[in-house]
T-cell receptor, first 111, second 113 residues
Framework: NAGVTQTPKFQVLKTGQSMTLQCAQD?????MSWYRQDPGMGLRLIHY???????DQGEVPNGYNVSRSTTEDFPLRLLSAAPSQTSVYFC??????????FGEGSRLTVL | GENVEQHPSTLSVQEGDSAVIKCTYS??????FPWYKQELGKGPQLIID?????GEKKDQRIAVTLNKTAKHFSLHITETQPEDSAVYFC????????????FGSGTRLQVQP
């Protein structure tokens, strides 16, 4: 039982490049979400999904896309990376208890 | 939307002392208040949570109190140990956390041996 798995752990991009952060969970959780963590700002919600085929925007969705074709996977796409997207990204999943289970994070640097 | 403020941003205590971290929230409809602990290089992990129908909850050395009238809640850690050193986040939600948690900015706790 791996929990929430994020790949890659580290990535460096140039401005304008695109990439996808992968997130997979093996706990059959219906709810999945992406947060970004910046110094002094806590964790801010980017996008979330309450089930396969259903996604919605969080607090800071601009510049990011998501899709949820299966219960297990919830990838986060950066369409045209900008230096302001330099951050640590966390994927999380939960069942209906409310407890979020986080992955170990993906550190992204945009030059 | 919801706004959660957390204080202090850093806290240093001696081993065995108590530590208190305080949070305030803005949305009176919030009904779920979890606390997460984040160790270096790891994702946050839930340590305790409280729902709006309860004023206090304890789990061994950790306790959380909630004052809905004043819209603030606090984390209390007693008999602190070096392994309690981490960053702690409070959060609030209107939907038992299933849809969105709004996090505070975090408190870095350092327990001095």
């Amino acid at each position: 039982n791996a929990g929430v798995t994020q790949t890659p752990k580290f990535q460096v991009l140039k401005t304008g490049q695109s990439m996808t952060l992968q997130c997979a969970q093996d706990m059959n959780h219906e709810y999945m979400s992406w947060y970004r963590q910046d110094p002094g700002m806590g964790l801010r919600l980017i996008h979330y999904s309450v089930g396969a085929g259903i996604t919605d925007q969080g607090e800071v969705p601009n510049g990011y896309n998501v899709s949820r074709s299966t219960t297990e996977d919830f990838p986060l796409r950066l369409l045209s990376a900008a230096p302001s997207q330099t951050s640590v990204y966390f994927c999380a999943s939960s069942h209906n208890t409310g407890e979020l289970f986080f992955g170990e994070g993906s550190r992204l640097t945009v030059l | 939307g919801e706004n959660v403020e957390q204080h202090p941003s850093t806290l240093s205590v001696q081993e065995g002392d108590s530590a208190v971290i305080k949070c305030t929230y803005s949305d009176s409809a919030s009904n779920y208040f979890p606390w997460y602990k984040q160790e270096l290089g790891k994702g946050p992990q839930l340590i305790i949570d409280i729902r709006s129908n309860v004023g206090e909850k304890k789990d061994q050395r950790i306790a959380v109190t909630l004052n809905k009238t004043a819209k603030h809640f606090s984390l209390h850690i007693t008999e602190t140990q070096p392994e309690d050193s981490a960053v702690y986040f409070c959060a609030a939600s209107t939907d038992t956390g299933r849809r969105a948690l709004t996090f505070g900015s975090g408190t870095r706790l350092q327990v001095q041996p």
